[in-house]
């Protein structure tokens, strides 16, 4: 469960903050004016998201090499599901 926390409560407490999402294992969203800043979570959560992450992309490598598309036209396609995303379109 995530716990959701103003950004002028972290100034006072963050060694509370980091506290409670060693012993809970929860993330902790930081928010400033309603919009989401800042997550505190534990450190393996972010390793398995980094670990994630760099197979995600290992992987866009190894498909990019075996259709030899040009870097551009991939970009491209990027950028187009990106736009796709950001309007909430499916695929």
């Known amino acids: 469960m995530e716990k959701i926390i103003d950004v002028s409560e972290t100034y006072l407490s963050i ?3 980091v506290k409670d999402v060693i012993a809970r294992g929860e993330e902790v969203a930081v928010e400033q004016d309603g919009e989401l800043v800042a997550v505190v979570m534990p450190a393996e959560l972010y390793k398995q998201w980094q670990q994630g992450r760099q197979a995600f992309f290992d992987r866009i490598r190894q498909i990019a090499e075996q259709v030899d598309m040009p870097e551009e036209e991939a970009d491209e396609l990027v950028a ?3 736009r796709a995303v950001r309007r909430g379109e499916k695929a």
Request: aromatic share 0%; proline share 0%.
């Open 15 to 17: 060694g509370d903050v």
């Open 80 to 82: 187009e599901a990106v």
